[in-house]
């Protein structure tokens, strides 16, 4: 049998990919293989073959890691207990993780409102009155977080995409600004050092990965625009 291909994901990214909490068995991470790749399928409306490749690679990593171990508890003793601290999953959309926010859940029948900072990534822990969420990601093509990396889908006019430059790309989270070089048009990729997820303690910025959908507008490119007035002005 030949070996696995190598994978440059992280356990956490896996983790945040595939949608699982850490420990997850093998019938809740299968489940959740099915319905990433189920929707990353390039050969559905929406796949991303690239994206099916990283599920798979995620899936696949998960799968090798080893079963997580018992937890055995010491013996009641007669000192006071600890505070319990309940748990419970915070799931946030991608501008929220970038931006931060505020939120207000009903937990045990209390109203609870959480205010969130920039940055959260996956596993970050949120604590308000007793109980701690745990942070997931809720992600989808347009808008999607890869551990401090953010991906976006950006729609860019067919012709500014041929003419390149300084353009201004429409987005899930609001127009950003790329420079747009032969080499980048031809892949449909831009990176953008720094404009990912924002630093967060130990987290460096991450980066943003621009994928460039052209679509057909009426509307002329302002390059465009320019060069049929200076071809105007030097005609007469």
Request: hydrophobic share 45%; proline share 8%; charged share 25%.
């Amino acid at each position: 049998m030949s070996p696995r291909p190598t994978s440059s994901l992280t356990l956490s990214a896996a983790r945040a990919l595939l949608g699982v909490a850490p420990g997850a068995g093998e019938r809740e991470l299968r489940a959740a293989y099915r319905e990433a790749a189920k929707r990353a399928h390039p050969d559905r409306p929406g796949g991303d073959a690239a994206l099916f490749r990283e599920v798979l690679a995620a899936y696949r990593l998960l799968q090798d890691q080893p079963p997580p171990r018992a937890i055995h508890f010491p013996p009641a003793c007669t000192t006071p207990a600890a505070e319990v601290v309940q748990q419970a999953i915070l799931e946030i959309d991608v501008a929220t993780a970038v931006s931060g926010g505020s939120m207000d859940l009903a937990i045990d029948g209390r109203q609870l409102r959480l205010k969130l900072p920039p940055g959260l990534r996956v596993d970050d822990k949120v604590r308000v009155d007793g109980v701690t969420f745990v942070v997931r990601h809720q992600g989808a093509r347009e808008a999607l977080i890869r551990g401090d990396d953010l991906w976006l889908t950006g729609k860019i006019d067919k012709r500014v995409l041929a003419e390149g430059g300084r353009v201004e790309v429409d987005t899930a989270l609001g127009p950003r600004l790329a420079w747009i070089s032969t080499k980048a048009a031809s892949r449909g990729l831009v990176r953008l050092p720094g404009q990912g997820l924002p630093p967060r303690g130990p987290h460096a910025a991450g980066d943003l990965f621009l994928r460039l959908e052209a679509v057909t507008s009426s509307a002329e490119s302002a390059a465009r625009s320019l060069l049929k007035r200076f071809a105007a002005a030097w005609a007469a």
